[in-house]
């Protein structure tokens, strides 16, 4: 049901959009798929090309921007941290930051400077507990996506981590969750930007929580393993272990 409604939604939403956002936005045009990649799969999805090896390191390197959930996992090593860890290869810059909604984000966004190949959101489940507008969300992807390939990057969607009730997280929350969460995916497909997928990822209810709201280390490891094996078609280029500056 959910799916069905994400897609009778998005064809009315997406027929009338294709104007500009905040500040000057463009908004990308949105191009039907004929069905949503893979998670880890770059078929129809932006790669980056294979250049000689001095040119390899620029290729490297991946910008993340997200929320808490990407920020932290409860342990001294944060999700980016262990995707650098797991991914020696790539040069992570981690701007997360806890609280940080897709619409603070994308309103930001056309005024940071960003030097990275590759720009990973992870940004969305906030404003999808507040009952964010849909057409407002899904413009705000496509805003995002359209600037980072304007750049000559590559954007990649991770979707979003499931929360479980309880504390602050009631049953209407985890619904909001479920329905952008497919939203977000079939923005993803409709634009052939690569998604990870989190939502398939195993989960075991709060026992792999924080607080109702944030993954542990144990579900927090396995949503990162998830994005390194979405990023590894994007960047078979990058066979060079590469030492993080600083």
């Not at 981690?94 to 909604?101: F, I, L, N, V, Y």
Request: aromatic share 8%; charged share 15%.
């Amino acid at each position: 049901m959910i799916a069905f409604l994400v897609s009778v939604l998005l064809a009315g939403l997406l027929a009338g959009c294709g104007g500009g956002g905040d500040g000057g936005m463009a908004v990308g045009t949105v191009v039907q798929s004929d069905a949503p990649p893979a998670a880890g799969s770059s078929k129809g999805l932006d790669t980056a090309p294979r250049l000689k090896p001095d040119e390899d390191a620029a290729l490297c390197t991946v910008e993340i921007y997200g929320d808490s959930i990407m920020a932290l996992n409860g342990t001294a090593e944060s999700p980016v941290m262990t995707l650098q860890r797991i991914r020696p290869n790539l040069v992570f810059t981690d701007h997360s930051a806890q609280g940080m909604r897709l619409l603070d984000l994308a309103s930001a966004f056309p005024w940071v400077t960003r030097s990275a190949r590759f720009v990973i959101i992870e940004n969305g489940v906030i404003d999808a507990w507040q009952g964010a507008s849909i057409n407002a969300v899904i413009n705000e992807y496509n805003a995002i996506i359209q600037r980072v390939r304007d750049e000559g990057r590559v954007p990649v969607l991770t979707g979003f981590s499931h929360q479980a009730r309880g504390g602050p997280m009631g049953y209407g929350d985890l619904l909001r969750r479920d329905f952008y969460d497919s939203v977000v995916q079939a923005v993803a497909a409709n634009t052939h930007t690569a998604f990870a997928d989190w939502g398939s990822v195993p989960f075991y209810g709060a026992w792999d929580l924080l607080d109702f709201v944030h993954p542990n280390k144990n579900y927090s490891d396995r949503l990162v393993g998830r994005l390194a094996i979405t990023l590894d078609p994007l960047t078979t280029n990058c066979t060079n272990l590469l030492v993080p500056a600083g």
